[in-house]
Structures are given as structure tokens and as C-alpha cells.
């Protein structure tokens, strides 16, 4: 079984950093398509960003334009842990915060990285508050 766990969520002010972590288990595949999705009270849940852990696209990253510049995301590939590096935090950051992991190629991490519905395996989330 494939467990999901995500850790490092709190409250921050505006501009202020936060790190999240994913920690995941049981995994079959070294061919994985890692994604960090958020959803705001009352919005549809959105991808943030994601990591393709493997083959010749190893590291290959992708991004929501909207954290662009200011978000990166990076793995510990012994570790199986992948990171969210959140900079320039905005209130409009505010959001669970969810990891999901699903095997696939990397074409597909291409194509479907932002796709709640791609995924089959997800974190329980953690809560980033932006406030002042």
C-alpha cells in the first residue's frame, strides 16, 4: 500500500516562506509523477506543482502560473520525500495543501500533472494560512 504524508504547514505572514514535505511509502514504480495540489474554502482543488522522479526527465518540474517565480519543488530521492519551497507567500495562498503520487511516464506527468482526477494516491493534506 502507498502511504502519503504530508507535514510543514502552518501560518505565515505575507512574504513570508514556508516549507512543505511528502513523504511517501510502498512505492512499486521508480517511474512516479509527484504533484502538489492546494483548495481554498469554497474553490475547486487546483495542482501547484510537480516532479517527475525518473528515467531521463528526472526532475523534470512543472508549475500553476500562478506560483511561478516563487514556488519550487525539489525530492530526496533516497528518502522518497519530495518538498514545496514556498516563498513570497500571498493571502491568497491560503489552502490545504495536498501531495499526490501517481505512477506513470513522463508524458503523462506532462500532460496530467494538474489533473485531480489523474491521481489515485493522496496525503491527507496540511493547512497553510497567509494572513496579517
Known amino acids: 500500500e502507498v502511504l502519503v504524508v504530508e507535514s510543514g504547514g502552518g501560518s505565515v505572514q505575507p512574504g513570508g516562506s514556508l516549507r512543505l514535505s511528502c513523504a511517501v511509502s510502498?512505492?512499486?514504480?521508480?517511474?512516479?509523477?509527484m504533484s502538489w495540489f492546494r483548495q481554498a474554502p469554497g474553490k475547486e482543488r487546483e495542482g501547484v506543482a510537480a516532479?517527475?522522479?525518473?528515467?531521463?526527465?528526472?526532475?523534470?518540474?512543472y508549475f500553476a502560473d500562478s506560483v511561478k517565480g516563487r514556488f519550487t519543488i525539489s525530492r530526496a530521492n533516497a528518502e522518497n520525500t519530495v518538498y514545496l519551497q514556498m516563498n513570497s507567500l500571498k493571502p491568497e495562498d491560503t489552502a490545504m495543501y495536498y501531495c499526490?503520487?501517481?505512477?506513470?511516464?513522463?508524458?503523462?506527468?506532462?500532460?496530467?500533472?494538474?489533473?485531480?482526477?489523474?491521481?489515485?494516491?493522496w496525503g491527507q493534506g496540511t493547512q497553510v494560512t497567509v494572513s496579517s
Open positions: 516532479i517527475y522522479t525518473s528515467g531521463v526527465d528526472v526532475g523534470s518540474t
Open positions: 510502498g512505492l512499486t514504480s521508480s517511474q512516479n509523477c
Open positions: 499526490a503520487v501517481q505512477a506513470s511516464s513522463s508524458p503523462w506527468c506532462v500532460r496530467r500533472w494538474s489533473s485531480t482526477i489523474a491521481f489515485t494516491t
